[in-house]
């Protein structure tokens, strides 16, 4: 076993480093995971998150987590309707027979990013999470590392692997390879209640997800288990739009003027989503990591999901490939014919990046078309209905 006697440090809790923590334990292998989230009772955002099969669904079974999932996914909610601007259904999939189940190639079970997380903390040895951990500073030390935290504690590895997400600060002791702006800026937020607080929208998605069209914007809301809606809208934007809008973001009627302006003409209804003064808007301009990245693989560090890949949500496979990468490394690691971990890391990280790339093609072509005046009749055609 190459990771014999050897510990191993996860930087981030996110879905792809708790998956690698329940991989590397079943192999046997010591492993902490260093959060910056304050505990595991943290909400945890975002939309929710459909698994595929040969990746994220892949990862669990590994994982043996299978039953697990089944016991909090979330039946119907992969249901979608296309709609355009005017909330007009050109494509409903609630009035579909729905007969795929898992081991179907093209079922894609539904979780929310709550429920994902405490499925993977649950199935993990006591005190492997060890939470209030925001990395500052990753320093050689031996043969390894230390690793520095915000809060003033230090720990030590043999082997530090970075999930630490689309910002990761472990990537640049990896590769100097920078984003790039991938032309679109998301505003992300979540209303609660939202039978109550945005009763349209409520109906509109129907426990689902509705994907908007039009005047080259999109808005993407999807209905979560605790009654509220997570949503985000996408416009082309400059690169540093954030800053230089002047938009205060936590200020909720500037973000509605802002909505009101720039989805001039849309329906009255998706005003729902931004009238309530509880919703926290977060922009996100979207980056992509470079398709022809490369680098030489080290014997002590390594990266996986959005740290390594950063890429935009329009293809709905970042936790997909973050899973994937979890179950790909720990295969590598846990492969006896490698003689040492250099090359473990080596293999994963080519195909891991091989992979990376023709996901992330296809999400700059996904992103691309959503942003453009044909972008339903773009998705139609690729549900097959046009
Ligand atoms: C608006 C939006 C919608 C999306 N929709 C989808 C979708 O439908 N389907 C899909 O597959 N993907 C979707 N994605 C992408 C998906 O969220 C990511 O690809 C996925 O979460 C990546 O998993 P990860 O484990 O690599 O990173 P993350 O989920 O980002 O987890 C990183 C973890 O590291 C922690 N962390 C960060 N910095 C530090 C630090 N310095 N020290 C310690 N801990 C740290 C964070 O708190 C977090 O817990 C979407 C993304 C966005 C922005």
């Known amino acids: 076993m190459l990771l014999q006697n050897k510990q191993v440090a996860i930087v981030g809790g996110g879905p792809g480093g708790l998956t690698l923590a329940r991989l590397l334990q079943i192999n046997g292998a010591a492993v902490n995971v260093y959060e910056r989230d304050l505990n595991p009772e943290v909400r945890v955002q975002g939309a929710t998150l ?50 795929a189940t898992f081991g179907d190639p093209w079922f894609r079970p539904e979780i929310d990013r709550g429920p994902l997380r405490t499925l993977l903390l649950d199935s993990l040895q006591p005190n492997t999470v060890v939470w209030d951990r925001r990395l500052a500073a990753l320093t050689p030390l031996g043969e390894g590392w230390q690793l520095a935290f915000e809060n003033g504690t230090t720990a030590t590895a043999d082997l530090v692997i970075g999930a630490d997400g689309a910002n990761s600060s472990i990537r640049q002791l990896v590769t100097p390879i920078q984003p790039f702006y991938a032309g679109v800026t998301v505003v992300e937020g979540t209303v609660y209640h939202a039978a109550r607080n945005a009763p349209r929208m409520h109906a509109l998605t129907q426990g689902g997800k509705v994907f908007a069209m039009g005047n080259s914007h999109t808005l993407i809301t999807s209905a979560k288990g605790d009654g509220s809606l997570c949503f985000y809208t996408g416009c082309r934007t400059p690169e540093f739009w954030v800053k230089n809008s002047g938009i205060d973001f936590t200020d909720a009627a500037q973000v509605l003027t802002w909505f009101q302006q720039e989805f001039a003409g849309w329906d009255e209804m998706w005003q729902e989503l931004f009238t309530n003064k509880a919703t926290r808007f977060v922009p996100r301009p979207q980056y992509c990591m470079p398709l ?67 996901v992330a093609q296809e999400t700059l072509t996904q992103t691309e078309a959503l942003h453009s005046p044909r972008a339903l009749a773009h998705l139609l055609a690729l549900f097959g209905v046009a």
Not at 314 to 335: F, I, K, R, T
Request: glycine share 4%; charged share 25%.
């Open 50 to 99: 459909d698994l595929h099969n040969d990746s994220g669904l892949a990862a669990l079974r590994h994982a043996q987590l299978l039953d697990e999932f089944k016991a909090c996914y979330r039946p119907g909610a992969d249901r979608l309707r296309l709609v355009n601007q005017h909330a007009a259904i050109a494509y409903d999939q609630h009035e579909e027979q729905q007969t």
């Open 292 to 358: 022809d990245q490369n680098w030489e693989a080290q014997a002590n560090i390594t990266l996986l999901g959005d740290a390594a890949h950063l890429m935009p949500p329009y293809a709905g496979e970042g936790v997909n490939m973050a899973m994937l990468d979890a179950l790909e490394l720990s295969q590598n690691l846990a492969n006896e014919h490698f003689p040492d971990v250099r090359t473990a890391i080596r293999h994963y990280e080519a195909r891991m990046r091989e992979r990376a790339s023709l």
